[in-house]
C-alpha cells in the first residue's frame, strides 16, 4: 500500500483548516434601496457588496461559505439554514451505542458565522424570484447576486410502496437516522433499551448517502449486544449483491468478529413491510423482526424541485440538474449546487462535500473577482469505518475522480482501501477516525 494514515488530513479538507479572516458580515458597508415591489419582504438589506447566499449548513454548505470569505474577503455571504445547531452525521454511528458524547458531534452555527466571517440568517427557503434575484425564505426574502444551494438529501420510499400512510409509520416508527436530528435519538433509544431478538437494518440501492455507514453501524450495533451479553441478533438486509465498498474489512470483521451476532443478506430487494406483523418479504426470503431502522433510497432535497432546478439521474430522482464540471443549474448563471444533491456518482461523503465545496467556492470567488475560469477539480473521499468499539479498530479509504468519457460519467480514479482492521494497525485506523473529524470540524466552524 503505497498511502499511509500520515497522509490523511493532508488530503482531507482539514488540512486547508487555517483562515485569515478580513471580512466580517456585519462590517458597516454602502446600504442599497431594498427592493420596493411590495411583493417582497426584504431582510438583510442588501449592500454594495457582492452577495452570495448559501443554502444549507451541512458539510458543503459550511466550507463553501467559509472558504468564500477567504477567497473573496469583499463578499457578503449569508448561510441560510432551517436548523439551529448543527449535528454531525460521521461519527454518530459511535454515539448510537454509547461510545461518544452528542457534544462531540454539536456545533454552533452562530461562532462558526463569528469565526468565518458570514452571517446565520436561521430559515427554510422555499421559491425564488429568479428575474428580480431573491430567496424566499420563512423568515423573510433575501436578495441575492450569487446562489450556492447545498440542501442534501430526502428519502425516498417509492421503491418499497406508494401507501402513504405506511411511509409515515416508517419514517416516524422505523426511521434511518441518515439525517441528523430526532432520527438519531429514536435509533439510539432503540439500541440502548433493546432486550433482545432481532434488530434490522437494511441498506438501499443507488447511490445513498455514505456506502460504509449502514454496515458500520452493523458492526457497531452487534458489539453492542455482544458486548452487553444480551440475546440479540442484527440482520442486514442488503439489497446490493454484495457489501458497496470496504467488502473485505468489513466481511472478514462480520465473519471473525460477530458471529451469531450479525446476519448479512444480499440481494435483499424488499418486496413488502408489514408493520403490524413486523415482517419484511425479500425476493427469496422472510425475515421477522423485534426493531428495526428502514434506510430507503435517497433522492435529492425537495427544495431543488420546488425550485425547478431537479432531474432524475441514473443513481437516484430529483437530483441537482447542473453542469457536472461548473457546479451551475443548467440554463442558469450564478446559481450553483454542491453537496450530496450533486448527480455526479461521487460517494455522499462528508470529506467529498467538504473539498467539493472549496472547488465551488473557488469558482465562485473567480467570477466576483473578475478572474478567468478554472478547469474542473477532483472532490476527495475519504472515510474511516469503525468495526468494533472495545478496542476501536477502523478501515479506511481514500478515493478521487476522474470522468470515463465512453460511459460519460464519472468514477473512482484512484482507490486506495486500508481494509487491514486487526491488531494495532486497526486501532490505529480508528484513532485517524477521531483525528479527522476534530479537524474537520475545526475546518467548517474555526477554533471555538
Ligand atoms: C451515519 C452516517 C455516517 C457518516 N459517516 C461519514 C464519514 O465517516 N465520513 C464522511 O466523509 N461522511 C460521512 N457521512 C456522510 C455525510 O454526513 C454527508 O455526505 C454530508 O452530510 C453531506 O453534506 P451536505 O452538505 O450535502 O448535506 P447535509 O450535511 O445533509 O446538509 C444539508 C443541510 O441543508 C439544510 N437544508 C435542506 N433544505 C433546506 C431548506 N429548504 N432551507 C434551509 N436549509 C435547508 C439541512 O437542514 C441540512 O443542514 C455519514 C453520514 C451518515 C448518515
Not at 409515515?168 to 439510539?188: C, D, N, V, W
Not at 472547488?359 to 474542473?376: G, Q
Not at 477502523?394 to 460519460?408: L, Q, T, V
Request: proline share 5%; aromatic share 12%.
Amino acid at each position: 500500500m503505497s498511502f499511509s494514515r500520515r497522509d490523511i488530513l493532508k488530503l482531507s479538507g482539514a488540512s486547508l483548516a487555517t483562515l485569515s479572516l478580513s471580512g466580517c458580515a456585519t462590517k458597516e458597508m454602502d446600504v442599497e434601496h431594498p427592493k420596493k415591489d411590495k411583493e417582497f419582504d426584504i431582510v438583510l438589506p442588501k449592500t454594495s457588496a457582492p452577495r452570495v447566499v448559501v443554502v444549507g449548513g451541512g458539510w458543503s454548505g459550511l466550507s463553501l461559505a467559509r472558504q468564500l470569505k477567504e477567497e473573496a474577503p469583499q463578499s457578503e455571504v449569508i448561510l441560510v439554514e432551517q436548523r439551529f445547531e448543527f449535528v454531525s452525521c460521521p461519527m454518530s454511528n459511535l454515539w448510537l451505542v454509547d461510545k461518544i458524547e452528542l457534544e462531540f458531534l454539536t456545533h454552533d452555527y452562530l461562532q462558526g458565522a463569528r469565526n468565518g466571517g458570514y452571517r446565520y440568517f436561521q430559515a427554510s427557503a422555499y421559491g425564488i424570484d429568479k428575474k428580480a434575484k431573491v430567496l424566499r425564505t420563512t423568515n423573510g426574502d433575501i436578495e441575492y447576486d450569487y446562489l450556492a444551494l447545498a440542501p442534501g438529501i430526502e428519502y425516498d420510499y417509492s421503491a418499497w410502496t406508494d401507501d402513504p400512510e405506511l411511509i409515515q409509520r416508517l419514517k416516524t416508527e422505523y426511521p434511518a437516522a441518515f439525517m441528523p436530528g430526532s432520527e438519531h435519538i429514536t435509533l439510539r433509544n432503540k439500541i440502548l433499551n433493546f432486550k433482545g431478538g432481532n434488530f434490522l437494518f437494511t441498506v438501499p440501492k443507488g447511490n445513498y448517502r455514505c456506502l460504509p455507514a449502514p454496515y458500520e453501524r452493523a458492526c457497531m450495533v452487534a458489539d453492542y449486544f455482544k458486548s452487553k451479553g444480551i440475546k440479540a441478533k442484527v440482520i442486514l438486509l442488503d439489497e446490493n449483491n454484495d457489501i458497496t465498498i470496504k467488502e473485505h474489512g468489513f466481511h472478514t470483521a462480520m465473519d471473525e468478529l460477530y458471529g451469531e451476532y450479525l446476519e448479512y443478506h444480499p440481494n435483499a430487494q424488499i418486496e413488502e413491510i408489514d408493520l403490524d406483523t413486523k415482517t419484511v418479504v425479500t425476493e427469496f426470503d422472510e425475515f421477522t423482526f423485534d426493531d428495526a431502522s428502514f434506510y430507503p433510497r435517497v433522492r435529492g432535497a425537495k427544495l431543488l424541485e420546488k425550485l425547478g432546478f431537479a432531474k432524475d439521474t441514473i443513481y437516484n430522482k430529483k437530483e441537482a440538474n447542473i453542469d457536472p464540471l461548473t457546479y451551475e443549474v443548467i440554463g442558469e448563471e450564478n446559481i450553483f449546487v454542491s453537496g450530496d444533491a450533486r448527480p455526479m456518482g461521487f460517494s455522499k461523503s462528508g470529506n467529498t462535500s467538504n473539498t467539493e465545496a472549496k472547488f465551488v467556492a473557488r469558482l465562485i470567488a473567480r467570477k466576483i473577482n473578475d478572474k478567468p475560469k478554472i478547469p474542473w477539480e477532483t472532490p476527495v473521499t475519504l472515510c474511516i469505518s469503525l468495526v468494533s468499539i472495545e478496542p476501536e479498530r477502523g478501515i479506511f479509504i481514500h478515493s478521487e475522480y476522474a470522468y470515463n468519457k465512453k460511459r460519460g460519467q464519472f468514477e473512482f480514479a484512484t482507490p486506495v482501501t486500508d481494509e487491514i482492521w486487526q491488531g494495532k494497525h486497526g486501532q490505529e485506523n480508528a484513532q485517524t477516525a477521531y483525528a479527522w473529524a476534530k479537524g474537520m470540524y475545526v475546518d467548517m466552524f474555526g477554533e471555538s
